[in-house]
Every structure is written in C-alpha cells, then in structure tokens.
C-alpha cells in the first residue's frame, strides 16, 4: 500500500510540476514531457510489469488532464514502460550518461508514437511529429539530472509487498 501511495504521489507531484512551472518552458514552441521521465525512472528501478503499470496510470491521468485523445498517452507511456523495464537487465553501467541516453531515447520514441497514433487519427501533421521528438528529447535531457535521480530512488526504496496465499 505505502508503494502504490508514492508512485501515485510521484504522478500527482509531476503531473503538477508540468501544468505550473514546465507549462512556460517551451522550446521550439514544445513543453517537455516530465511524465516520460517518471515512467523511466520507475521502470528502470522497479522492472517491466511495474514500468508497464506506472506508465498505463501516468499517461490514463495526462490523458484525462492534457490531451483531447484518451488512451493515447496511456497506451505509449505503458509500452515505453514495458520497454524499459526490460532494458534493464542489459544496462550494467552505473554512469550517469547511460541513462541520461535512456531517458532521451525513451523520451524521443514516446513522442514520435504518439504523433504516429495522432497522425494515423488526422489529429497532427507529420512535420510536427517530426520536429517536435528531438525537441521534447532536448527538454528532458535537460531535466534528468534533476528528476530521474529522485524518482528512482524513492521507486527503489519502497519495495512491493509480496502476497503470500496458503
């Protein structure tokens, strides 16, 4: 129970962060996607189920709070999760640059799922697509050191707890 409250506690705190203050950090007309970040760090601390788990509730909460489309944001932020997650095993580095490429990566292919699944509903452009995942990338390259850390830490830190049916 005291994990599902901190995990919930961390979408609310970002869901937050991005509609006050990242709300006027624009680059190239984009506001960075602190979501993505979160799914990664949770992913990367706890594994692919719970990546997959975290990431349906962060995107079903932006999907209800941000975007017109509901499910959209839900089912990439869960496959970005899922994919994560099982990146995991293979990351053996402790270095901060790897997954500072991860959490980029996983932010530039979120992005551009999206806008294939908004593209394929006629609700965007392909040259919106395009130009705007490098740039989202670039805004949460730029926030990683901060979040990421703090994320996975408190991910890692509270352990969920095992049922045990006799």
Do not use: C, N
Not at 84 to 94: N, P
């Amino acid at each position: 129970m005291r994990r599902v409250l901190a995990l919930a506690a961390v979408i609310v705190v970002a869901v937050l962060l991005e509609s006050t203050l990242l709300g006027r950090m624009r680059l190239g007309g984009v506001q960075p996607d602190l979501l993505v970040l979160t799914v990664v760090a949770v992913a990367m601390a706890s594994g692919p189920t719970s990546g997959a788990v975290f990431g349906f509730w962060a995107g079903l909460v932006a999907d209800l709070l941000f975007a017109p489309p509901v499910g959209v944001s839900a089912l990439v932020y869960t496959a970005v999760g899922y994919a994560t997650g099982l990146v995991r095993v293979y990351v053996v580095s402790l270095s901060a640059w790897v997954h500072l490429a991860l959490a980029g990566a996983a932010s530039l292919v979120s992005v551009w799922a999206a806008g294939l699944v908004l593209r394929v509903l006629d609700l965007s452009s392909w040259s919106f697509v395009a130009r705007s995942g490098p740039l989202v990338a670039l805004g949460i390259l730029l926030l990683t050191p901060f979040v990421y850390p703090v994320v996975r830490l408190l991910a890692e830190r509270v352990h969920s707890e095992k049922l045990y049916r006799w």
